[in-house]
């Protein structure tokens, strides 16, 4: 019944800012740490950023730390990931997911079950 709904891509220019939403039911939300992952094109689903189940302490890839902000508000059940200074090698279909294990390290995709059906975003000029 874990039911994921990723909304808010869309196309923008380079250094452009998009806000993310992913919103979740079927499950208590605010037990499960959620993470955001991307896929490009002939590249392999990678992690982007973690965010633990009360909020608060959070984990970003190298690539988008500074840039991205990962929040939640667990009275909505939705999860947000704020995208700024936006560039080309964003491009990519974002995924929500909540973490159901962990035996290795946060970002590991292998620790999250449940995905939505992603949003994508296009930065191009």
């Known amino acids: 019944q874990v039911q994921l709904v990723e909304s808010g891509g869309g196309l923008v220019q380079p250094g452009d800012s998009l806000t993310l939403s992913c919103a979740a039911s079927?499950?208590?939300?605010?037990?499960?740490?959620m993470g955001w992952f991307r896929q490009a094109p002939g590249k392999e689903r990678e992690f982007v950023a973690h965010?633990?189940?009360?909020?608060?302490?959070?984990n970003y890839a190298e690539s988008v730390r500074g840039r991205f902000t990962i929040t939640r508000d667990n009275t909505k059940n939705t999860l947000y990931l704020r995208m700024n200074n936006l560039k080309p090698e964003d491009t990519a279909i974002y995924y929500c997911?909540?973490?159901?294990?962990?035996?290795?390290?946060?970002?590991?995709?292998?620790?999250?079950?449940?995905w939505g059906q992603g949003t994508q975003v296009t930065v191009s000029s």
């Open positions: 965010i633990r189940g009360l909020g608060g302490e959070t």
């Open positions: 079927g499950f208590i939300f605010h037990n499960y740490a």
């Open positions: 997911a909540r973490k159901t294990r962990e035996f290795y390290q946060i970002g590991y995709i292998k620790e999250y079950e449940d």
